[in-house]
């Protein structure tokens, strides 16, 4: 499972460049704007220039309301400014057809001025308090716009978490969903390092975290802490291992299998 952090900072992001060989990628958000707020363009080139060689950054476009045009101009910044991946937040989009509009434009913005770059559709597990379009079908989402990945995040930072609104069934069902289209699944929303486990458990490709690294706990007043990064990194290697020992000890022919 690869892990991606959130950085509110140039400052911020150089502790994670110190850590950078147990991170997967750099993301730039601006916490004060939202779930999924939006940086300068300037802050996400800088963390850019920033980042050690062969280091991905990552940049949100906010939590979008249905304004597919803009979205689009917003995406072609990041991609300018040196962003690998693009997130896009589908906060203020209430059904499925007004998704795909939004992130073709998104997608054909991106992949026209950089055609490596990735595209992620963002659906939000507690959809409901906010009217958005429901999580479950951010898979099928992304799918149908081009889009390279689908995500789950959390709109509302109250305390609540991923699985507060999704139980990991439902979360294991998103997952598949996205791997039957051969999509990137990544999970984010105030997940802590007691989810691990569940997380790597239905095959999550990308956890995306940023309280659960800062001072506190505390994401949009908190800072970054190297200590939390390694120790989130060491308990996904450890889920991942064990994981693999299970399997192991199950496979037809093992001492197991033939006591």
């Known amino acids: 499972m690869r892990l991606f952090v ?4 140039v400052e911020e992001a150089m502790v994670c460049a110190a850590v950078a060989r147990h991170l997967d990628l750099i993301d730039v958000v601006k916490p004060d704007e939202g779930s999924l707020g939006a940086n300068y363009p300037w802050v996400v080139r800088s963390v850019r220039e920033a980042m050690p060689a ?4 990552s940049a949100s476009l906010g939590d ?3 304004r597919p045009g803009t979205m689009a101009q917003a995406a072609l910044g990041a991609a300018a ?3 690998d991946f693009i997130k896009v937040g589908l906060f203020g989009v209430s059904t499925p057809g007004q998704a795909i509009e939004l992130m073709r434009g998104v997608v054909r913005a991106v992949k026209e001025y ?5 595209v992620v559709a963002v ?11 429901g999580p479950l079908s951010i898979p099928y989402i992304a799918h149908e716009s081009g889009a390279d990945g689908a995500m789950v995040d959390t709109a509302i930072k109250d305390g609540s978490n991923l699985f507060d609104h999704l139980s990991p069934a439902l979360c294991g069902g998103f997952v598949s969903a996205a791997h039957e289209y051969g999509l990137l699944a990544a999970l984010a929303g105030s997940v ?3 989810h691990v486990p569940e997380l790597v458990e239905i095959d999550t490709d990308i956890l995306a975290v940023r309280g659960a690294v800062c001072s506190g706990g505390d994401r949009d007043n908190g800072t970054i802490q190297p200590d939390l990064v390694l120790a989130l990194r060491q308990a996904i290697d450890e889920a991942e291992q064990d994981r693999t020992s299970r399997r192991d ?8 299998a033939v006591a």
């Open 192 to 194: 802590q390092i007691r």
């Open 249 to 256: 000890r199950q496979l037809p022919g093992t001492v197991d």
């Open 114 to 118: 950089n055609r490596d770059g990735t």
């Open 54 to 57: 062969g280091t991905q950054v």
């Open 64 to 66: 979008a309301l249905f």
């Open 6 to 9: 959130s950085s509110a900072s």
């Open 81 to 83: 400014a040196g962003a």
């Open 123 to 133: 659906g939000y597990a507690d959809a409901r308090r906010i009217g958005s379009v």
